[in-house]
């Protein structure tokens, strides 16, 4: 089930969000510390805004 949740964010991001795939990658690989932190992982390296953080965790309610 997480893979799936994980699929849909990741084309949440890249459809929705236009985040580049370069920068979800970086995230990706980052994540191993903890794999639910995504999002977050995204801001801190500075590859969404606050105003997309924001948006992203909207969604992951919706979910």
């Known amino acids: 089930m997480e893979s799936t949740s994980n699929n849909r ?3 949440f991001l890249q459809q929705d969000l236009s985040i580049p795939t370069a920068s979800i990658e970086i995230a990706l690989r ?4 903890n794999p ?5 992982i995204l801001w801190q390296y500075g590859l969404v805004t606050l105003e997309e953080l924001d948006l992203i ?6 979910i």
Request: charged fraction near 20%; proline fraction near 6%; hydrophobic fraction near 45%.
């Open 9 to 11: 964010l990741i084309n």
């Open 30 to 33: 980052h994540r191993e510390q």
């Open 36 to 40: 639910n932190l995504l999002p977050m």
């Open 57 to 62: 965790f909207d969604w992951l309610e919706t």
